[in-house]
C-alpha cells in the first residue's frame, strides 16, 4: 500500500487512488482561502488543488498540463493537480500559498 506524507501525517491508500480524495479523507486542508468554498470539486479545470509532488504518481493528463500551463500557474513550477493524480507508490505532498496554490510561501510540506 503507498504512503502518502503531509502536513506531518503519513497514511496508507490503495494503488491508483486520487491524491485529491486521500488528503481531504485524512484531514489534510488542501484548498487556501476562498478555494475551499469555491473550486472545481475534482474534475480538473480550476486549478486550486496544485501541490508540490514528490514520490510515484501518474502521468500527467492533457487536461491537467492544458490548466497548469494557464495563469496564474507556471509549467516551470512543476506543480500537480491533486485532483487528477494517482498515487502509484510513496509520495510526499507540498502546499504553497496564493488561492491556486501557485506562489512561492509554504503553506505545509510533508513534515508539517
Not at 14 to 43: D, F, S, T
Amino acid at each position: 500500500m503507498p504512503k502518502v506524507t503531509a502536513q506531518g501525517k503519513t497514511f496508507e491508500c490503495a494503488p491508483g487512488a486520487n491524491l485529491r480524495k486521500v488528503l481531504l479523507e485524512n484531514g489534510i486542508p488542501l484548498y487556501n482561502g476562498q478555494a475551499a468554498m469555491i473550486n472545481c470539486r475534482g474534475i480538473g479545470t480550476c486549478g486550486t488543488c496544485a501541490v508540490k509532488v514528490e514520490g510515484e504518481v501518474s502521468e500527467i493528463s492533457w487536461r491537467e498540463k492544458t490548466r497548469l500551463g494557464l495563469p496564474p500557474h507556471s509549467p516551470s513550477k512543476n506543480l500537480r493537480l491533486a485532483c487528477q493524480t494517482k498515487v502509484l507508490g510513496d509520495v510526499q505532498v507540498t502546499k504553497f500559498d496564493g488561492m491556486w496554490g501557485q506562489a512561492d510561501k509554504t503553506v505545509w510540506t510533508p513534515q508539517a
